[in-house]
Every structure is written in structure tokens, then in C-alpha cells.
């Protein structure tokens, strides 16, 4: 007896052989770019957009990556345009309506792209609407007092400066002259005037997947980002804490300073962001790091395992607002809400106890502290509430990269030293504060102000940070 088949089977069958790899591929490009949007969308109105449109994209269960991320950033360029269409055009029944961002996609390929192939239904159903979206816009353009689309966008997006590409030259694997010659074969490559190992490119050189990326001899790093480790400048035999590290740029940047030699404590709390570190330290080949998942502030700075720690790096979560034409932020629909007060004041509150925490390690004589934030309150403000602490422990500010020219805004002591970077200029806004101590572990023994007191001092700026530490059996969670 002949055996039937499954309901649909030979259509799909079907349906797969009249597909050309041409039309395959444009099918998934839409609908994973729909599921991207979808995910940043959600984000972005649930005000937690953790996850860059880059990342998304550039995730591994992606395939077709450049044709995604083009038509994504495309879509959300052009998103508010499409939503007053399809407001105006209102041809969109409930089933359509629950599956928005594939429909966004599509019209934006309808209205500003290239006439979507008829081979989904979500295709064939909106194809046979072009004209009232077409009709649509027209009516749009007469509402809103213009003449083309370009002009309408315009009206919403601001302008991003073109970044040239960075890449860090990880020295663990590779000299910088040889990245020069390698990288030189593909574009123009000149070597940074402010940080030694950073290599400058054109804006736009896509380095995403070549080899020297893969294998992790460069890394894809900004200015500022790379300017960080740079300025706290560990010394190879230290011990290290980065304190809030994932996916852990500065952590290898450090370990690379550090030629490998010393040992890193890499804390981070995210579970999902220690894996990404794991794989990024993988990936860089250094040996000297260990990493802690869990919290800074829960570091108890007196546990001996922390005795020799000399140098900190802190650079905690912020708003990111230095780099939102990185991250795409600006295309978000949410775009102009997204510092919100609220959300600035719970960041500077973390960061201001994150910072007064890494000033409390007893023999730590360097900790830089850093933001892509533009935002004064969780730069000069962060520094300016910890100046009185960080002067009873004998620490002062210290001027990172003394030749570059933009410093902190004149709102607090010792802003000539902070460093900034202007999104307009530098095409990121960066902030940078070095504190060192006066009083090293080499001279401790001469030190006029004892470990003892160095103690109470600490305890009396701050009292906050006592009852909140509490010693933890880190050695179970150490990697
Ligand atoms: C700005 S990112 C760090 C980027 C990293 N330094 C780099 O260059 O790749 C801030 C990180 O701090 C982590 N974080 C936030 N609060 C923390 C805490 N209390 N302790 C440790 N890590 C924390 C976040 O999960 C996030 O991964």
C-alpha cells in the first residue's frame, strides 16, 4: 500500500525547486532582517537596547549579514516615513499588523528599493498595494511641505559624522608593521598619532571577516576605547583588575601591554557577557587572565587575593552616548528619549560607587575610570564626588595622553587633566579620568599616612561601601 505523504510536503517540495539561489537568498535576507527588527524594535520600546544593531546582526545564526544589516539600518532610516504610509494607505488587515517589521522591511523595498521578488505571501500581499503606497507617500510629501523623500528625512535624522575604522593590532600575535603591510594590501593604513598599536583606515574599510580579524590578530577597537588601558599603562608584572570587562576589548588590550607577563582579574556580572569575554580572551590568546563573573562592589578589597593588585581599570556600563552612530542608536524610534533622566541618574549612581570602590583596593596605585558618554553626570560629576576620597588615600588626577588637546568641561578641581572626545571632532565622545597615588607600594613602608589610616579614611568618606561588601568565596568562582 502506498504510503501518503504529509500534508504540504510536496508543495514545499515544490515551492523549493521554483526557487533560483537568487531568490532563496532574497527571501531569507527579508525575513531575517525582520527578525533583527523585531528584536530591536522591542528593545529599543522596552528602553533596554543592550544589544547593538551590529551585534544582532553580525551574530552567528545570521547568514547573509551584509544584505541584513543594509536593509535593516535602511528600514529603520526610513521607518517613520513607512509608518505614516502605511497609516495613510491603512491597507493592512490584523494577520499583517501582528507581523510589522517583516511588513516594514518589505515596503521599504516597495517604496525605496528594489520591487521585492513575488515569492513569499508577504510579498505577493503587499506588491498588489504598491500604488496606494505610492499614492500614500505622494500625500505625505504635500502634508509635510516638501518636494522628495530626502528632504522628509531630513526632518528626523540627524547628521552622523563618518568615523574612520580603528583596529588594534593585538601584539600577543602580531608586530604592528607586519598588520600595516597585510592590511595595507586592501586599503589605506596609517598608524595612530596618539596610541601606539592603533592603525587608522578610511570610514567604511569593511574588516569584518578578514582572516587577520578572525584569528584575532587585530581587533576592531575604537580611538577611545583603545586610549583607555594605554593611560592606566600597567606595568608587564602587575596584577590587574578590570573591573567591569566583558566582551572584554580593554581586558586583552591590557593583557597585550602587559605582553602576556603579570595576571589580569577580569570581573564581569553579566552570565551571557562572560561567555563573549571568554571567547574574545580565547580569541586573543592571552594566558595571564582570570575571570571572575560577578560583581565589582562585591570585591572585597581587603581579601588577600587582592593584595597585589597596583592597577584598575574601570569602565562601567553608561549610556553609551558618545557612540550611538556606532551602535545605530540614532535611527531608533526612541532616539531623542533615550537619556532620559532617570536612567542617566541610576547609571552615575553605579558608577560613582564603582569608582570609590576601585579607589579603596589598599595597594593600588593607578585606576582609570572611563565612558563613551557625552553626558557630564557620568564624567565630571562621577570624578568630582569621589575628589575628596581619592585625596585622603593619597591619590590625585593624573594627565592621561598630555598632548591631546580636548580636556574636561571646567565643572570640577583638576578638570584640565580629564580627557574628552568630541563626537564632532574625534567623531566619538569619549571621557577619560587617570588617578595615581602619590604614596606607592614601593615607598609604602616611608609613607607618612599608614595602611591603618588609609583605612579609616576609607571607611569614613565612605561609609556606604562597608555594610554593602561583603567577602565572597571568589575562589569557587574563579575561572
Ligand atoms: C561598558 S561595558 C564594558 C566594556 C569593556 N570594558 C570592553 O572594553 O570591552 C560594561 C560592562 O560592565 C558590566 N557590569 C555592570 N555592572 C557590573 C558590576 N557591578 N560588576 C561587574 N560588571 C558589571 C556590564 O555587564 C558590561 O558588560
Known amino acids: 500500500m502506498a504510503r501518503r505523504k504529509p500534508k504540504g510536503t510536496r508543495q514545499s517540495a515544490v515551492a523549493k525547486q521554483k526557487f533560483s539561489s537568487a531568490e532563496r537568498s532574497s527571501l531569507y535576507a527579508s525575513r531575517e532582517a525582520a527578525k533583527v527588527l523585531r528584536t530591536v524594535l522591542r528593545g529599543d520600546a522596552d528602553r533596554r537596547a543592550a544589544t547593538s544593531i551590529k551585534s544582532l546582526v553580525f551574530s552567528h545564526s545570521v547568514r547573509n549579514k551584509r544584505a541584513t544589516f543594509a536593509l535593516v539600518c535602511q528600514t529603520l532610516k526610513h521607518l517613520d516615513v513607512i509608518k505614516q504610509v502605511l497609516e495613510i494607505a491603512d491597507v493592512l488587515n490584523s494577520k499583517w499588523k501582528r507581523q510589522e517589521p517583516l511588513v516594514y522591511i518589505i515596503c521599504y523595498d516597495i517604496l525605496f528599493g528594489k520591487d521585492p521578488l513575488l515569492i513569499g505571501d508577504a510579498e505577493k500581499f503587499l506588491m498588489r498595494r504598491k500604488d496606494a503606497f505610492v499614492s500614500s507617500l ?235 558618554s557625552i553626558h557630564q553626570i557620568e564624567n565630571e560629576d562621577v570624578v568630582s564626588s569621589v575628589l575628596p576620597l581619592a585625596s585622603s588615600l593619597g591619590f590625585e588626577l593624573a594627565t592621561p595622553f598630555p598632548q591631546w588637546q580636548r580636556r574636561g568641561l571646567p565643572v570640577c578641581e583638576g578638570s584640565e587633566h580629564l580627557l574628552r572626545m568630541d563626537p564632532e571632532e574625534d567623531k566619538e565622545g569619549f571621557f577619560i579620568a587617570l588617578f595615581t597615588k602619590t604614596n606607592k607600594l614601593d615607598d609604602l613602608e616611608s609613607s607618612e599616612v599608614s595602611e591603618r589610616e588609609c583605612r579609616r579614611r576609607r571607611k569614613q568618606c565612605h561609609p556606604f561601601l562597608w555594610p554593602k561588601v561583603f567577602f565572597r568565596a571568589w575562589n569557587g568562582q574563579m575561572r
Open 138 to 372: 505622494a500625500t505625505l510629501l504635500v502634508r509635510k511641505k516638501v518636494e522628495t523623500v530626502d528632504e522628509l528625512l531630513g526632518l528626523s535624522q540627524p547628521n552622523v559624522p563618518l568615523k574612520p575604522r580603528y583596529v588594534r593590532v593585538n601584539t600577543l600575535k602580531m608586530d604592528v608593521d607586519s598588520a600595516v603591510q597585510e592590511l595595507g594590501k586592501l586599503y589605506k593604513v596609517q598608524k595612530d598619532e596618539t596610541v601606539p598599536d592603533l592603525l587608522v583606515m578610511p570610514p567604511g574599510s569593511d574588516l569584518h571577516a578578514h582572516h587577520l580579524v578572525k584569528n584575532g590578530r587585530i581587533f576592531l577597537q575604537g580611538k577611545g576605547s583603545a586610549m583607555v588601558a594605554a593611560a592606566l599603562q600597567p606595568e608587564p608584572s602587575w596584577e590587574v583588575i578590570d573591573a567591569c570587562s566583558a566582551p572584554g576589548n580593554k581586558t586583552i588590550n591590557l593583557a597585550a601591554l602587559m605582553k602576556g607577563q603579570g595576571k589580569i582579574i577580569a570581573c564581569e556580572l553579566n552570565e551571557e557577557r562572560v561567555k563573549r569575554l571568554e571567547q574574545t580572551i580565547k580569541l586573543s590568546g592571552a594566558t595571564n587572565i582570570e575571570v571572575v563573573h560577578g560583581d565589582f562592589l562585591g570585591l572585597n578589597p581587603e581579601d588577600p587575593s587582592f593584595a597585589k593588585v597596583r592597577a584598575i581599570l574601570l569602565d562601567p556600563s553608561c549610556s553609551g552616548s558618545g557612540t550611538i552612530s556606532d551602535r545605530l542608536d540614532h535611527l531608533l524610534p526612541s532616539h531623542s528619549a533615550v537619556y532620559d533622566s532617570i536612567r542617566l541618574h541610576k547609571l552615575a549612581v553605579f558608577q560613582k560607587k564603582a569608582l570609590a570602590h576601585a579607589l579603596s583596593f589598599p595597594q593600588v596605585e593607578r585606576v582609570v575610570y572611563s565612558t563613551c
